[in-house]
């Protein structure tokens, strides 16, 4: 389903999700429908003669509101980190889908949408903590089977620095600069997180896919041209 | 004509300060006005995107207030005025203007300690003396709030800084609460079970700090089941109003009532009732 489509021929229809753009008089309509108990219908006028619509993964921060920029996974069963070691652990993260109209030289977000209900969490105390999308996860030593308009899937490689055992429970990311791939099968993102001690640990995002010909998705906060540098998270408030 | 204009221009006003001087110094001002302000509005268009709201209007007010102050070094000498002689004027003249514009430096310091303090910022929801609303801007005199009603509301900043200030939107988390009542024949562990569920269906009631929902006391009509529940501080108020409303129909749509007060009385006697 993800990939670029010309704007005239953009049609997307699934069991309970239609994508699609239609002409009418002079002008395109973009429309998307889901279909649950409460059916959501979306609708864009789209004013232009041709581009693209880019249909991707996003970061996963923006619905039903954009009030943070931070992903928290839950591990349902947490990990005991041995001293010194370093290995992979897959986990699954939420998907948002973002529609991207491109043009010549620009582009721009005209949809975003996800089919999981979006919760969020209080990382830290209420005073210095921060905002995070909450996701809870179980933890796979490899990759797990995964619809991949619902969920990707997280390479985590866990560097334990600390010389002490410790208990891993959760992961905190800043999504900015996330690298998101996908193919038709598999959406994914390869992440590390460096324990330093019993309550810090640095998170970053790598830039390589999960595997190979994996397509790179366009990034929100790319398309949206915000200053981002890319950079770790200091997870500070326990691990 | 000419010789008109030029004699005009030469005309002393006062001291050795001529027309042309005073003209050149109202010119330079002007000058300085606008290059502030076309210097600002540019800077504002560049970071607005980049930068805190409250962080890009302090550095444009410290821009624009600078240009305007070496503008009105630089011309002074222009209207005669000496800076070294002003030291020793401003002496007196700051003792006479000290006390007829003691409000006035009392809100300017009151002004600099809520900048360097930041108890608020430009766009927090705040509480001064009863005053509620949107912080709308803060000046070196005054801070401008907004309140939920629309209305402007200048407030000195002697009194924002003498006040208990609430600040609602400083952390980023925030706590808010409910109290449903509900019959005594009800059952409350099915009650608090639904509004839980509610709770969790609920993306912006944060799973942590967890909600809190427990039977709290027994009142006069009702069960007292007390909801506690923690959203971010942005949307809060937006949480707190979509949560109660589907706590009433989903408990009602489960046979479980809020009831009317009422109370049960007992007579000592059979009661008779006559047609």
Sequence with gaps: MYGFYNLSEFSVILDNLTLIVEKRDEFYIYRRVIESDVSEVKERIILGKDGKVILNPVEPVNLPKEI???????????????????????????????????????????????????????????????????????????????????????????????????????????????????????????????????????????VYPLKKKMSKSVELYTARKLPVIGKGFVMEWGI | MIDIIVDVLNRNIYGDVTVSDFLVAMAVMAGATVIARIITTNLRRTLVDKMKRDQLELILKVIYFVIIIIAFLAVLPLLGLNLSGLLVAGGIAGIVIGFASQSVVSNLISGIFLLSEKPIKIGDQINVDGIAGFVEDINILSTIVRTYDGLYVRLPNEKVFSSNITNYVAHVARRFEYVVGIRYSDDAERAIEIIKGLIEKHPFALKNPEPQVFVDNFGDSSVNIVVRIWAPSAVWYDVKMEILWKIKKELEANGIQIPFPQRTLWFANELNVRK
């Design chain 1, 68 to 206: 943070t920029n931070y992903l928290q996974i839950k591990f349902r069963r947490s990990i005991v980190s041995e001293p010194g070691s370093s290995f992979s652990v897959f986990l699954t993260f939420p998907l948002e889908i973002g529609v991207f109209l491109a043009g010549k030289k620009s582009m721009e977000v005209i949809d975003i949408f996800g089919l999981t209900k979006p919760k969020y969490t209080l990382y830290g105390n209420p005073r210095n903590g921060i905002i995070c999308r909450y996701w809870e996860s179980d933890v796979f030593s490899k990759i797990p089977e995964t619809n991949p308009l619902e969920e990707g899937v997280m390479e985590l490689r866990i560097v334990n620095e600390s010389g002490e055992w410790q208990e891993v429970s959760m992961v905190v990311f800043d999504i900015y600069g996330m690298k998101i791939f996908y193919d038709k099968e598999l959406v994914g993102s390869r992440t590390t997180m460096t324990i330093h001690s019993e309550k810090v640990a640095e998170t970053d995002f790598l």
